[in-house]
């Protein structure tokens, strides 16, 4: 990368600035068709010209690998981009130079793509100021870079369903989760209780420790769920408010536990098997179901300072040490292969989350 010293003389100072010309190569992740992400995504570079008018140059510093990711890679997700595209809806970059007429960002502020699919598994990128939101660069990198989809997922299925009290219960399946971690944070910050069922598995007194230090009320295994009593004794209020990232039999056992007229919000599917109600408990109980998928939601709000008002709140809260990042990984960008692979294997997704890391 070259540059220019430049001499600017105001009110009597002298400054010396580096002004950047020409441009320099950046690199990319692209998959130019649709299979397993391991094999069809390759690094490509490109040249990085000067932001001009109203355009900012960021670098990242990290992007995480989500599921939604590697459904899109693999073709099965229902956005489909046009191809070749750049992977990656979710992180965080660092602005390092602003063109003319830029007033939003300034060199060294933090930024998150304002719209999904944007392509965050790259080193650099020159785009328009209005394409991303400013947060705070005093929290973490892997706070930042995790902060725009499974929080803002928590955050709206707990404030658009239910108007909930401090004090009353929400139910989950699938806690464990990177969003279920979320509600799980949420939760605690603004006094409801959360009853988190997780798959039976040999160490789960290690994951029921784990979920309650970042919060958890409690913390059932799916046969725990079956036999508990907390809700028909009343040491627990019965939840008005369930969410459901399994499906089939799990599904089934939050309708179970849910209150009169409760709500269940489904927004996942991990046991590719189908939400089904029984009549008696959908008629009697009054239950109300409902779908979630935070891309639809921030589509729909693009044109709304919803998002980077909620966003910020987040962010805040990060600040607070009321939200941290789910269980992570940090991974270098020149080992992009085993960080896809370890992302999804065979046996379903990670149980942690990995993030490119640009800086490693």
């Not at 400013?134 to 902060?147: E, M």
């Not at 160490?203 to 809700?231: K, N, P």
Request: aromatic share 8%; charged share 20%; glycine share 8%.
């Amino acid at each position: 990368m070259k540059f220019l010293t430049k001499v600017v003389t105001f009110s009597g100072k002298v400054n010396l600035q580096l002004i950047r010309f020409g441009s320099f190569k950046a690199s990319k992740l692209v998959y130019a068709e649709y299979g397993d992400p391991s094999k069809v995504v390759s690094v490509e570079e490109e040249e990085m010209p000067s932001p001009k008018m109203g355009e900012v140059l960021v670098r990242m510093l990290a992007a995480p690998v989500n599921p939604a990711d590697i459904n899109t890679i693999q073709g099965v997700y229902p956005v489909k981009p046009n191809l070749p595209a750049v992977g990656g809806n979710e992180g965080v970059a660092e602005v390092q130079e602003v063109g003319d007429g830029v007033s939003y960002l300034k060199k060294g502020d933090w930024v998150i793509p304002r719209n999904t699919g944007w392509g965050t598994w790259r080193t650099h990128a020159v785009s328009k100021e209005r394409n991303f939101i400013k947060i705070p660069n005093t929290i973490g990198v892997a706070d930042a870079a995790t902060l725009s989809v499974n929080p803002c997922t928590a955050y709206r299925m707990l404030k658009d369903f239910v108007p909930l009290k401090p004090g009353e219960t929400v139910i989950q399946n699938g806690a464990n989760s990177a969003s279920g971690q979320c509600v799980i944070q949420l939760c605690k910050s603004w006094g409801i209780q959360s009853v988190n069922i997780v798959r039976d598995r040999p160490e789960i007194d290690q994951l029921r420790g784990y979920l309650q230090s970042i919060g958890a009320t409690h913390v059932l295994t799916e046969s725990e769920a079956r036999t508990t009593d907390m809700f028909k004794s009343g040491k627990v209020p019965k939840p008005k408010l369930a969410f459901n990232c399994v499906g089939g039999k799990s599904s089934l056992e939050l309708l179970r536990h849910l209150d009169f007229q409760g709500w269940m919000i489904t927004y996942g599917g991990m046991s590719r098997e189908p939400v089904t109600v029984p009549t008696s408990t959908f008629i009697f109980k009054d239950i109300c179901l409902r779908g979630f998928w935070m891309t639809r939601w921030c589509s729909l709000n693009a044109a709304s300072k919803k998002r980077e008002d909620m966003i910020l709140e987040l962010a805040e809260m990060v600040t607070r040490g009321h939200l941290r990042a789910p269980a992570h990984v940090l991974m270098p960008f020149n080992k992009y292969k085993e960080t896809l692979e370890k992302s999804f294997s065979v046996k379903g997704f990670s149980g942690k989350k990995y993030i490119i890391d640009f800086t490693a």
